[in-house]
């Protein structure tokens, strides 16, 4: 199952659907491929890399525009230290944002109907699927951005609808992540509206003839913390229990957030920055005339059955009621699978972790090399740092390599050392500090006094 001789070492470069890497051995690519990927990719890349090469063929020109500001306009963008350095989307967020437009405006896939069209198994069929609205399903290996993606999908639904007549799309966002852990990240890249600043997702004002920043009015409300709803647009951010339907159930170990089930009986269970208020976040965004859903680590939406999707299906019914419709359904995971093992029939993008890995877009272990280990010495000392200093300085020599390998790319190496003892954290701590100057004030000690 090696990657293939000619897929690209730079995140940035574009992957050729030929190239991609597919769970079997080489040989059983022109046989095997399309079978054993989630079914709609396959048909689905070539697709998009066609779309791609025409320029955007049949979109609007808002899209074009975006689009072209995105991906083929030089950005820098400002560092901590006040420097510039430039800056550009992985191909693969790229491409999974390319795919959910290209579906939905573009093939105007709005339905299971349309998405069975791209079904290279020949496996899938119409009863896989339990959503009356568009879902698209976007597969990034963990680390690999996905809430860059979810930015971009965001800008592109509000702008569509701002400058475009008769869009079908939506001003008003529900983002949702299934406990207050993953929404505190989420709040970090979103309150204040940042990660619209900071990344390049907002084209500067007369690109394409549009003031885009001027007109880019969200007002954000996290969890319950609802302010005033304007017609300009609004963007929810919230834990998924907000948005239940009724009473909320008594805790179960079914549940994804197991604390109710097991502190609720020793009092109130531990709140992130991100809770706990009376407003009823649920039936706001229930009243609202038009809205897009992003669920991040969508996986845990497993079963039509949870609350999570009859939460989502009621807010459709709702707005079925108004004569209007939920406008598109974008969920974003690492591993969009059923407790059977399936994969969600409406991955429609994927970017697995074997190809992550090799482009350096995600973390992963590195040792050194076999000859660097074999002159490795324990000495005789009741002092760790003492005892395993040949470790350590080694430790420091491989993560200043791999520090300046990754850092053209945007990420951190990280050096992990694990001791035998909380009492030897502290010392380990100070050491480091003191023996390699590039860790002053870096250091996270865990376990020690």
Request: proline share 5%.
């Amino acid at each position: 199952m090696a990657l293939h001789p000619e897929f690209p070492l730079s995140p940035y470069a574009p992957l050729v659907p030929e190239h991609r890497w597919f769970p079997a051995d080489e040989t059983l690519r022109d046989k095997s491929y399309e079978k054993l990927l989630p079914p709609l990719v396959a048909k689905l890349r070539t697709e998009i890399q066609d779309w791609r090469a025409s320029g955007y063929a049949g979109a609007s020109a808002t899209t074009r525009a975006l689009l072209q500001w995105w991906f083929d306009t030089d950005h820098l963008l400002e560092k901590a230290d006040g420097t510039l350095s430039p800056f550009r989307y992985y191909f693969a967020q790229r491409e999974a944002v390319e795919t959910a437009i290209w579906l939905h405006e573009v093939r105007q896939a709005r339905d299971k109907f349309d998405l069975l069209r791209f079904d290279a198994s020949g496996s899938v069929s119409a009863g896989m699927f339990d959503e009356a609205w568009p879902r698209y399903v976007l597969k990034m290996a963990t680390g690999a951005g996905k809430t860059k993606v979810l930015s971009l999908l965001i800008a592109w639904s509000f702008f569509h609808k701002v400058y475009e007549v008769d869009s079908a799309l939506s001003r008003n966002f529900l983002v949702i992540a299934p406990n207050i852990i993953v929404l505190d990240r989420l709040r970090a890249d979103f309150d204040g509206l940042k990660i619209f600043f900071n990344d390049p997702v907002l084209p500067e004002n007369g690109h394409g003839g549009e003031n885009w920043r001027d007109d880019f009015q969200l007002t954000l409300h996290i969890q319950d913390d609802v302010r005033v709803l304007r017609d300009t647009g609004n963007l929810f951010l919230t834990n998924i229990h907000r948005v239940y339907l009724g009473d909320v159930q008594d805790p179960s170990l079914e549940d994804d957030d197991l604390r109710d089930y097991f502190l609720d009986p020793f009092g109130p269970k531990p709140v992130g920055k991100t809770t706990d208020s009376r407003t009823d976040l649920g039936e706001i965004v229930r009243e609202v005339d038009e809205l897009a859903v992003f669920n991040d680590e969508a996986h845990h939406i497993h079963d039509s059955r949870m609350a999570w999707f009859k939460s989502i299906q009621d807010i459709h019914h709702r707005m079925l009621q108004k004569e209007s419709r939920l406008s598109i359904q974008i969920d974003v995971t690492a591993t969009p699978r059923h407790d059977n093992g399936a994969i969600f029939v409406q991955t429609v993008s994927d970017y697995p972790l074997v190809e992550a890995i090799y482009q350096n877009v995600v973390k992963h272990p590195i040792l050194p090399d076999a000859a660097s280990r074999a002159r490795l010495e324990e000495r005789k000392s009741a002092i760790f740092s003492e005892k395993y200093e040949d470790y350590l300085r080694l430790g420091i020599e491989e993560w200043k390599k791999s520090y300046a390998e990754h850092e053209p790319l945007g990420k951190k190496a990280v050096l992990f050392v694990m001791v035998d003892d909380t009492k030897n954290c502290d010392e380990v701590g100070a050491y480091l500090e003191k023996t390699c100057p590039d860790l002053q004030g870096g250091v996270l000690v865990m376990g020690g006094d």
